[in-house]
């Protein structure tokens, strides 16, 4: 029955590596768990609460993910999104955090809206076949750019932005002999490779934190945790009025979640679409509208149970890297959330930065082999093709790099005599761009 309902044999799997895949891309987001109830605190939120919200509507909005779309794809409160809304949000616009969570909510309801009318799977299929290979090589090289910074084998730096980090610390050290690891496995093309060398790496640094050394992933005195209070739950519905108290920002508000999800959610799609084969001879994603829709559900769920936008994860890849291609792996990484609410304790403890940052940096790697589909030789897609990448690193952010790409292309079609070959949703994305871009200085 599982065969039959996944399609696992059409797809070049099995239940064994899909279940793994599942897991990895768990253990590659399982990181949000933590880091996300960090950044909504300083919104004002309660970090229990938030912790709870963001598991449950992980679990639940991947689940969906894999039995609607079977897309090996898992979904979890967004990294970038989840600033947004504390810092610019909360902080700078000086809005609640009910009033956000109003905001993240509404956009949820157009981003189904738009999806179920087909509106958002034209607008993916309208990106050209190349500037979809450059966003996915793009992505592989924003992971494992994130990696190389959780691992602190990059820090910042006040001379040159970024330089090497201490690699005297133990921590840092961990994450390169786990990176090295991870390398050799996959080179020798042993089953799971990125899995294993995660699980290589945990069970290193746990002995070196018996042994005494600080900052080591370690077993915790408990293993499981039953607070459940969801403090948050249905604010997104009391913070409406004090969201459309000045119509002008709340569009704001609103038109930024939508941005910022729309187009993270956009290159994820079509970066792992093109490594499984979802992306068809015309250059369209297969699925889209129900891989959309559980996206979008996703969002609206996270919002009233309290948590930022929940959008589909750039680690998924990870899983993908494993061998995962139907939505098995989504189911199963939806599941490990749904415990996660229980072992909140042993996961936190043990899954450290140092421990997922190589398997993002070696899916990283995988995914930049995209970069050999792109014709160099022809300036209009090496000019796009380059600038998103390069922007999406360097400004820290899958959604400006595509904005960026999308800009350049446009520009250089023009240059090239090529203006009528441009596909009508493209030029309305790049006024779009401009104006989102815009926007702050407007404001």
């Known amino acids: 029955m599982v065969e039959k309902f996944f399609k696992l044999n059409e797809k070049g799997s099995n239940v064994k590596t899909e279940l793994i895949a599942g897991l990895t891309t768990f253990l590659a987001m399982a990181y949000i768990l933590g880091v996300n109830p960090s950044v909504l605190a300083d919104a004002g939120m309660d970090k229990a609460s938030v912790f709870l919200a963001t598991a449950i509507s992980a679990g639940v909005a991947s689940i969906i993910m894999g039995l609607v779309a079977n897309y090996p794809v898992a979904l979890a409160s967004g990294m970038g999104v989840n600033a947004l809304f504390a810092y610019t949000i909360c902080g700078q616009m000086g809005f609640s955090w009910a009033a956000a969570l109003s905001a993240v909510f509404i956009s949820g309801v157009i981003f189904i809206l738009i999806s179920v009318t087909g509106v958002r799977k034209a607008i993916i299929n ?159 994603l297969e699925n889209a509208e129900q891989a959309l829709v559980a996206d979008a559900f996703g969002t609206v769920f996270g919002a009233v149970l309290g948590t930022s936008t929940v959008t589909s994860f750039v680690e998924s890849s990870s899983g993908v890297g494993v061998g995962g291609r139907t939505g098995l792996t989504a189911c199963t990484s939806g599941v490990c959330f749904l415990l996660a609410v229980f072992l909140s304790p042993l996961i936190l403890s043990t899954v450290t930065n140092a421990v997922t940052a190589p398997a993002l940096i070696v899916v990283g790697i995988m995914m930049a082999q995209q970069l050999k589909g792109i014709d160099w030789d022809d300036m209009i897609f090496a000019a796009a093709g380059f600038i998103t990448v390069i922007m999406m690193i360097l400004m820290y952010s899958i959604s400006n790099g595509i904005a960026c790409g999308f800009i350049v292309y446009t520009v250089a079609m023009i240059a090239a005599g090529k203006a009528k070959e441009v596909h009508p949703t493209v030029w309305v994305l790049m006024v779009i761009f401009v104006l989102y871009f815009a926007t702050p200085y407007i404001m």
């Open 126 to 284: 309208a990106i050209p076949v190349q500037l979809k290979l450059a966003i996915g090589a793009g992505i592989g090289f924003f992971i494992a750019f994130v990696g190389l910074k959780n691992a602190g084998i990059i820090v910042a730096s006040p001379s040159t932005f970024v330089t090497i980090g201490n690699l005297t610390d133990p921590t840092v050290l961990l994450a390169i002999v786990g990176l090295l690891i991870t390398i050799a496995l996959v080179i020798k093309n042993v089953p799971a490779a990125v899995f294993v060398g995660m699980v290589i790496t945990a069970i290193i640094g746990i002995i070196l934190g018996f042994m005494g050394m600080a900052g080591m992933p370690a077993l915790p005195e408990r293993f499981i945790s039953f607070d459940f209070e969801l403090q948050a739950f249905g604010s997104c519905f009391s913070g409406i009025s004090e969201l459309f108290a000045n119509p002008f920002q709340a569009f704001v508000v609103i038109f930024s979640f939508l941005f910022v999800d729309f187009f993270d959610t956009a290159g994820t799609l079509v970066a792992i679409g093109n490594r499984i084969g979802l992306i068809n001879d015309k250059g369209e």
